[in-house]
């Protein structure tokens, strides 16, 4: 998986996720993983061993995020 980290600085986020973690695993929909989450952006998923291209060095400059959508 290729993720892209957040800032979160006020905690926002993480708030959001726990709020959301407690609320689905209360109604044994989820259990939550063993580590910490991270607030982050997936970009890519691999279903299959070994890297399709090479990822190394890359770098994406900042950006900030205006909305979001849960789906």
């Not at 892209?4 to 695993?25: C, G, H, I, N, W």
């Not at 910490?36 to 279903?47: C, E, G, N």
Request: overall charge positive.
């Amino acid at each position: 998986m290729i993720v892209l980290p957040l800032e979160d600085e006020a905690a926002y986020l993480t708030r959001l996720q726990a709020d959301v973690a407690e609320a689905l695993s209360a109604r044994r929909l989820y259990e939550p993983p063993g580590a910490p989450w991270l607030p982050h952006v997936t970009v890519a998923r691999f279903r299959r061993p070994g890297h399709l291209f090479p990822c190394k060095n890359v770098n994406i400059g900042g950006f900030g995020v205006v909305r979001m959508v849960l789906l």
